[in-house]
């Protein structure tokens, strides 16, 4: 007998941020009809886990900012043990795999480990959910740049960001992750020079049929939040190009 079984690539698979329409292709066909075994996060709403095949194994990774069902090193192992069973593993990710997605750190991981992977690209939170409000993340004259930064930080630090750099009137910034830092990180922006008046929204389960948003600025964004009482999923959009947030999400 040989000692190792042969091991299939594992397919990291983003799976856009909630409206199970906006799955890709490839991502709908690897879920149908190509995974044995599904690795998936909480932020997979249970639309598209429907789409997953009876006979196909699924083991939730969980995964909050504060409550991990698995750690990610027990997620890696998990990926690792079932590849080496010889299935193939589909690792399905919230939104985009590589951004904010701790994705890299999976290929990594299983490439020291001899095992191949192989991402396919999902449409992340900033993209999926500014379009639907329809808020350009640039603009002619309005944004030239985005940037894409997390409000989380390990065991509660404070967010250390480059707030100068971020408080560019020219820049739309969306915040990952932003909901509990959020007072801290409005105050850092204003105190580096951003209008208070700077349009700003928060959503809440962005493209699902719960979603939530709250369109504001920036120095009423911390209040707005605290009263409509938003949970995660939120993402925060800051900047001029949100004041063209279409009307029906404007009140
Ligand atoms: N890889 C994911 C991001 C994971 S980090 C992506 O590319 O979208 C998790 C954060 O993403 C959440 O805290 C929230 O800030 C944001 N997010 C993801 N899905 C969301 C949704 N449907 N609505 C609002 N925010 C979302």
Request: net charge negative; with cysteine.
């Amino acid at each position: 007998m040989s000692g190792s079984a042969s091991t299939e690539i594992v397919h990291i698979v983003g799976a856009g941020p909630g409206d199970p329409e906006l799955l890709t292709i490839k991502a709908h066909r690897l879920i149908t009809h190509w995974a044995q075994v599904v690795v998936y996060d909480r932020l997979i709403p249970k639309e598209i886990i429907e789409l997953i095949p009876e006979n196909v194994e699924c083991i939730y990774a969980g995964k909050s900012c504060r409550q991990h069902v698995m750690t990610q090193d027990e997620i890696n192992e998990t990926l690792l043990e079932q590849a080496r069973l010889g299935k193939k593993v589909l690792r399905l990710k919230g939104g985009d795999p590589f951004v904010f997605g701790r994705g890299g750190e999976e290929v990594e991981y299983l490439a020291k480990h001899g095992v191949e992977s192989e991402v396919t690209g999902g449409i992340s939170a900033a993209s999926g959910i500014s379009s639907l409000l329809g808020v350009p993340l640039t603009h002619r004259g309005m944004a030239t740049s985005v940037r894409f930064i997390t409000g989380h930080q390990q065991k509660g630090e404070a967010v250390e960001l480059d707030w100068r750099g971020l408080a560019d009137p020219q820049t739309t910034l969306v915040v990952y992750m932003g909901l509990s830092n959020i007072r801290n990180i409005c105050n850092n922006l204003i105190c580096a020079g951003l209008a208070e008046d700077t349009p700003a929204v928060a959503v809440e389960n962005g493209t699902m049929e719960s979603q939530i948003v709250c369109f504001t600025n920036l120095a009423s964004l911390p209040e707005v939040i605290a009263e409509r009482g938003l949970n995660p999923p939120t993402i925060v959009i800051i900047g001029k190009v949100v004041s063209l947030i279409n009307d029906k999400y404007a009140n």
